[in-house]
Each structure stands twice: as structure tokens, then as C-alpha cells.
């Protein structure tokens, strides 16, 4: 489920992601219909559902009784896998984080947050145009571990102009002596659109070398295998029994579904985009047309 909303975009980031949080409540109507629309094809493919999956966007910019109102949705719609869907995660940002709003997430379901902290350098964090400081997720982390989390994630970044290998290895250990059950480490890339992009053009910012990320990248895989991390995926680490049940579908061509503007699906055989505006995605929900091509 692609939640498209964000308070401030990340220097790098070309999802696809709209500030117009005062539409949120028209979004997850015409979210709630597509659930139901396309419910009918997914079970004409004899699917059922293991793993859901919120991305954005910031889906914890969303209150928490509309996310039990998508879960419902789901669950009243489509087969769910004997035992219930084993994996039901939500990307956060740090600074959304309270104990209040873990709770209600816990009571929604969800039992895996996978959490955007990216870096350990407040100075970093404020040429991403991060919201949050290096404090706040430590804060965050271990909030979300007293809320009862025994599945988080947390995101890092690499191979960008101003990290430097000491900087890259102090992430890393803070991020191990969180000791989360999975890690996802990404490369910068430069992508058309973003403000990152718009620096390169402009020649204010200047990509490191192939060799220096690649030397970041080594040092992120063994430093993980020293601290009992296991390589799964290019981008991901876990403890023993935690790889992402989501994240590997994609890999071994397990069908899936994308429900939310810009969201893709793949049903086995063909693949399926939804339109990449939120305007449109809205109006095909209220016409009863089509919210994507193939």
C-alpha cells in the first residue's frame, strides 16, 4: 500500500510523494474502493494474502484508526493465508514516533516497522532534508522496542559526497549496538527530478568515485557479518529468522498486489502501474475506471 503523502521531501528521493496531507482522508476512501475493485481479480489467481506491506511517501503521517481502516478493508475482502499474514510492516519516521501512536499500531496489527533513520550525522540528516535528528530515532528505536516491537528494521545510506569511511563505520556501529533484526543499507543514486539531481546538474554536487562506494559497501558487509547479520538480498541484512518475508517476494516472482497512486503489481504474468498523481487516482476512484495501466 502506497501511501503518498510527505510533510518535506528528501534531497534524493524521486517516489512518487505529494505535500497535500489535507486530502488524506478523500485519499484513503478512494484507497478503500481500489481494495475492493480489484479484490475479485485476486481471487479469480487463487491468492492469498502472507505479507503487507505500507510504504510511502510517510505512511506515519496517517492516524492510525485510518490504517485499521485499510487493514479492514483487506481482511474483509481478500483470503488471508492460514494463521493470518505472517508480516505487517509500516515505514516510519522517527520523529512520528510516540508511545501512543506505537500502541496503535501494535492494536492494528502491524508487527514490523521498518524505520527510515539513514544516518547517525546530524549534518547528513540536514542535507537530506531529514526531519529527524540523530537523537530523535535513537529515541524512536527504543520507544518502539518498550511499545513490544520484536521486528524493526532500520534504513541506512551510503555512498554519497560527504561520507567519509570513519563517518560510514560510526553508522554502522550505532546502528548495530541498536541491535534491530534487520538492516537495509542503499547506495545515493542521482535520480532525475530531486533536488540532488538538480545540484549534480549545477555541478554543486559532485558524486564520489565508483571505488569509494564500493569500499563503503564491503566495509557495511563485513562489519554486519561480524555482528551476526546475514546478507540475504544487494541491500539487506538480518538476524537468523528475520529476513523480510515482503521484501523477497519480490525477488522469486510471487505475485503481488500495489494498491495507492504510482503503486505497481505483478499477478504472475503481467505487470500493472497505477497512475503516478493522486488527482487521477481519485477520480478513477470515483468514476469506477481504471486506477493504473498494464
Request: aromatic share 12%; glycine share 8%.
Amino acid at each position: 500500500i502506497h501511501i503518498p503523502f510527505c510533510s518535506q521531501f528528501c534531497s534524493y528521493c524521486d517516489f512518487y510523494s505529494v505535500k497535500q496531507t489535507q486530502n488524506i482522508d478523500q485519499y484513503i476512501k478512494a484507497l478503500e474502493k481500489e481494495i475492493v475493485i480489484r479484490s475479485n481479480d485476486f481471487k479469480m489467481r487463487g491468492l492469498t494474502v502472507g505479507t503487507i506491506y505500507f510504504g510511502g511517501g510517510t505512511p506515519s503521517l496517517i492516524k492510525t484508526a485510518s490504517l485499521k481502516r485499510i487493514l479492514r478493508a483487506i481482511q474483509d475482502n481478500y483470503p488471508i493465508s492460514p494463521g493470518g499474514a505472517y508480516e505487517v510492516t509500516i515505514e516510519v519516521n522517527p520523529d512520528d514516533i510516540t508511545p501512543l501512536y506505537l500502541d496503535g499500531l501494535k492494536e492494528c496489527g502491524f508487527n514490523r516497522l521498518s524505520m527510515g533513520i539513514q544516518s547517525f550525522s546530524d549534518s547528513h540528516l540536514r542535507w537530506m532534508n531529514r526531519r529527524h535528528d540523530a537523537q530523535t530515532a535513537i529515541k524512536a528505536f527504543q520507544m518502539a522496542r518498550e511499545a513490544g516491537f520484536s521486528n524493526i528494521s532500520t534504513d541506512l545510506i551510503f555512498g554519497f559526497e560527504m561520507l567519509s569511511e570513519s563517518e560510514w563505520r560510526e553508522n554502522i556501529q550505532k546502528t548495530v549496538s541498536l541491535n534491530p533484526e534487520h538492516i537495509s543499507a542503499y547506495q545515493m543514486s542521482i535520480e532525475r527530478g530531486t533536488t540532488l539531481y538538480k545540484n549534480y546538474v549545477k555541478g554543486e554536487y559532485i558524486a564520489p568515485a565508483d571505488e569509494s562506494s564500493a569500499k563503503q559497501y564491503q566495509i557495511l558487509q563485513k562489519e554486519l557479518s561480524k555482528a551476526g547479520y546475514i546478507q540475504y538480498e544487494v541491500s539487506s541484512f538480518c538476524k537468523p529468522g528475520h529476513h523480510s518475508g515482503h521484501n523477497s517476494s519480490y525477488w522469486d516472482f510471487t505475485p503481488y498486489f500495489g494498491f495507492g497512486p504510482s503503486a505497481h503489481s505483478f499477478d504472475g504474468t503481467k505487470r500493472q502501474r497505477n497512475f503516478s498523481s493522486l488527482a487521477k487516482y481519485i477520480k478513477a476512484s470515483e468514476s469506477g475506471g481504471k486506477f493504473g495501466t498494464s
